[in-house]
């Protein structure tokens, strides 16, 4: 991750000679010196574009999204405030309008217009919380994951006002800290995942750490095929066939972020 | 030249010692700020950016508009402005600081500040943003010192500092446009995604700046023996004039292009800032201040009867200020994270310690500018009738 110092002046040559329109070269090579450090375990799951999709129709009760949720957010450690202001969180569900603001319409179906859906960070192609960021605490890995790195984040939430998505929390207190009544915002320590400190962003990292060790994400895992998970590249994979054979949708495309979080509604 | 700051009446004692107990009572907010986290503001997941980042970006404005006294002697020698170039020179400097201090309050890991520096990322607009201002501040230091240096030893300020000068003019409105592109370059945020956000920037900077300038020379004519000049106050009196139509008919401009499109996101923020949204509209009274005080300057303004009048022109400039303190230190940067990415209203407010902490930054800028000032007041009362070529 850290970038050398003849590394640097490469960029700064390269940014000055091309301007705005270098931007693209500095991505590259930065995307280049950001991937190098992530040496994948022999049984890592690796791709070269991770995407996922999320198929509305298996979801039922209120049980199959809490699984999900739930999953995600216990193993790795997303403090419970108790209130919205100071709220965290990596997966959760909201209605259809908010989450496809603008593709509601008053005649819809009122099923699908109450429908929960399962929101997270899409992992954009094009992610501007990664054009951003001052520091490279958010960063974008060759396959495809939107990462963060919490020791570097300086905390000045530039990329939360950049993610159209609404993907990115703050800690805006210390989520290793406890309540007046005495009780820990993180109920039980996963000791195996890091806890954050005050004053970072944080967001879901499509369970990297899961990947390197062969395992799929965990809301995958406790999904029951709901979510579906693989490499877009890969034209035999999973993903690949659920999206030729179904109609689906992203959010906000029209922003160009080119999300790889896909969705069939039904 | 220091020595300067530490001679005064009793009056300029108890200003300074005001100020000083002012920016303590902030510093110990600040430390319980540190200590809690940011989750003392009012700020919230969906309102991530607050009262913090606005005065920052109005202070960034008011810094910039140093050149709208230095463009005008050096670059047309415009003489009127000889004596005042300093004062807005000076002026730049606490004005960069303050932007320092808020961007430093507002930061969650402020002992990481370095990372801008140490992982450079030229892909980043506020990297650019903290290289801009560090520049900028330097060089209003070098280049005030140096003038205010020279004019002390009724000498012509040496010859190197005039390409400092020059660079320093055309750097000024640099700080701001790029502070406008921290917004405007961003996908989703509908009221920030204008291309005329950075003219905007530079109309409300070259209005709000020099408004406070005209101010500051009315009590620096009235305190001290160091008189700017009527003339040169008039010439500000229309640089306000000019800049202000232009932010007035820019904010129209956005209007137009948000209520005739009828583009909902487009419309949405000011129909909340403005009218309020499902019962929501904390923002409806101070937007609602900032247009009408907006209005009553112009009419004093445009009218030279009431332009000509110092004490009219002074109304004018502090409603101007006002207006443009309310607009771009509050609305704009709140407004733009509402409604939110899902189209729902979370709204703000500042919090207690949130404001206390932010009157002790403006304290500090005070103190700054007071000393600064003072200085360049001592010198120019010693060399009182003096005319130096430069
Ligand atoms: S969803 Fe938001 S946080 Fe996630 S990659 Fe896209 S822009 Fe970044
Ligand atoms: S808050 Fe952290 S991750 Fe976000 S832009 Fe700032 S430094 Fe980068
Ligand atoms: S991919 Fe992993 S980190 Fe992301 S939401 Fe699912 S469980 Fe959480």
Redesign the interface.
């Known amino acids: 991750m850290s970038i050398s110092r003849r590394e640097f002046l490469k960029i700064a040559g390269a940014s000055a000679i091309f301007g705005l329109g270098g931007m693209a070269i500095i991505n590259e090579i930065t995307d280049d010196i950001e991937a190098s450090q992530f040496s994948p375990g022999p049984d890592a799951l690796i791709a070269k574009r991770w995407a996922m999709v999320v198929d509305m129709r298996k979801f039922k009760t209120e049980e199959d999204y809490r699984k999900i949720i739930e999953a995600c957010h216990s193993i790795h450690n997303v403090p419970d405030f108790g209130n919205p202001k100071d709220e965290i969180k990596w997966i959760w569900t909201d209605t259809f309008e908010h989450a496809f603001p603008g593709q509601e319409h008053e005649y819809m179906e009122e099923k699908l217009k109450r429908m929960p859906f399962v929101l997270l960070c899409n992992h954009c192609d094009n992610p501007p919380c990664v054009r951003v960021c001052p520091t490279k605490a958010t960063f974008k890995r060759k396959d495809g994951i939107v990462m963060m790195d919490q020791h570097r984040c300086i905390g000045c939430r530039f990329c939360m006002a950049a993610c159209p998505f609404g993907a990115r929390s703050f800690n805006w207190r210390d989520p290793r800290g406890k309540d007046d009544k005495g009780r820990p915002f993180i109920k039980e320590e996963n000791k195996e995942y890091p806890t954050r400190t005050k004053g970072v962003v944080e967001k879901c990292t499509l369970c990297f750490e899961r990947l390197a060790k062969g395992l799929k994400p965990a809301c995958v895992e406790a999904s029951n095929g709901a979510l579906i998970f693989g490499d877009l590249k890969e034209p035999n994979s999973e993903v690949r066939k659920v999206l030729s054979t179904n109609y689906t949708i992203r959010r906000k495309a029209e922003l160009g972020t080119m999300p790889s979080v896909f969705y069939i509604i039904g | 030249m220091l020595e300067k700051a530490l001679t005064g009446s009793r009056r300029y004692w108890i200003w300074i010692f005001a100020l000083l107990a002012i920016t303590g009572i902030g510093f110990i907010f600040y430390l319980k700020q540190l200590s809690?986290?940011?989750?003392i503001t009012g700020?919230?997941?969906?309102v991530?950016?607050g009262l913090y980042i606005g005065q920052f970006t109005f202070l960034v404005g008011v810094a910039a508009s140093a050149v709208m006294v230095v463009l005008p002697y050096y670059l047309h020698n415009y003489k009127v402005f000889g004596k005042i170039t300093i004062l807005g020179e000076f002026l730049a400097v606490p004005s960069v600081v303050m932007c320092m201090l808020f961007?430093f309050a507002?930061?969650?890991?402020?002992m990481?500040?370095m990372?801008?520096f140490?992982?450079?990322?030229?892909?980043?607009?506020?990297?650019w943003d903290?290289m801009v201002l560090g520049g900028y501040l330097l060089l209003n230091i070098v280049v005030g010192w140096a003038v205010l240096g020279a004019e002390r030893k009724d000498v012509p300020p040496p010859n190197w500092v005039k390409p400092f000068i020059y660079l320093s003019i055309a750097w000024a409105p640099s700080i701001h446009i790029v502070t406008a592109f921290?917004y405007s370059?961003?996908?989703?945020?509908d009221f920030w995604l204008t291309a005329i956000m950075a003219v905007r920037f530079l109309a409300s900077a070259f209005a709000s700046g020099p408004s406070l300038i005209i101010i500051l020379c009315l009590i620096v004519r009235r305190f001290t023996k160091f008189d700017p000049g009527r003339e040169a106050i008039q010439a500000l009196g229309k640089i306000v004039t000019y800049t202000m139509i232009l932010n007035v008919l820019f904010l129209g401009f956005e209007f137009f292009t948000a209520f005739y499109s009828r583009i909902?996101?487009h419309m949405h923020t000011f129909e909340y800032l403005y009218y309020g949204i499902e019962g929501y509209g904390r923002l409806i009274p101070l937007m609602w201040t900032s247009a009408i005080l907006a209005v009553f300057s112009l009419i004093l303004l445009i009218n030279p009867a009431t332009r000509r009048n110092e004490k009219t022109l002074a109304m004018a400039s502090a409603a101007v200020f006002m207006s443009l303190w309310i607009e771009k230190g509050f609305g704009l940067v709140v407004g733009?994270?509402i409604p939110?990415?899902?189209?729902?209203i979370?709204e703000y407010w500042p919090t207690m310690p949130e404001t206390v902490i932010t009157i002790g930054v403006w304290a500090i800028g005070f103190l700054i500018l007071t000393v600064l000032y003072k200085i360049a007041v001592s010198v120019r009362e010693e060399t009182v009738g003096i005319e130096v070529d430069r």
Do not use: C
């Not at chain 2, 140490?118 to 990297?127: A, D, E, G, K, Q």
């Not at chain 2, 370059?185 to 945020?189: A, D, N, V």
């Open positions: 809690y986290g940011l989750g700020m919230s997941r969906d991530s950016w961007i507002d930061m969650g890991q402020p990481r500040f990372n801008i140490l992982h450079p990322t030229p892909n980043s607009v506020m990297f903290a921290l370059g961003l996908p989703g945020r909902p996101g733009g994270f939110n990415p899902f189209e729902k979370t």
